[in-house]
C-alpha cells in the first residue's frame, strides 16, 4: 500500500467554512480561486456553490 494518492485530502463536498476553522488555508485557496459563489453565514467565496454550507450566486461589480 502507497502512503500517497492523488485524491485531495478532504472529500471534495466538505464545507470551506469547515476548512477555514480546521486551519487548511492551502485547500481553502484552492477551492476559492476563481469564485462563483458566496457563503451568506461566513462570506467566504467559492468556485462552487457545493463547497459552501449556505451558498448564494456572487458576481463581481
Request: hydrophobic content about 30%.
Amino acid at each position: 500500500m502507497t502512503d500517497h494518492d492523488d485524491k485531495p485530502p478532504f472529500p471534495e463536498r466538505i464545507s470551506l467554512c469547515l476548512l477555514l476553522q480546521a486551519g487548511e488555508m492551502e485547500e481553502l485557496d484552492r477551492r476559492s480561486s476563481r469564485p462563483t459563489a458566496v457563503c451568506a453565514k461566513c462570506g467566504l467565496k467559492a468556485n462552487d456553490i457545493g463547497d459552501l454550507c449556505q451558498g448564494r450566486p456572487w458576481h463581481k461589480r
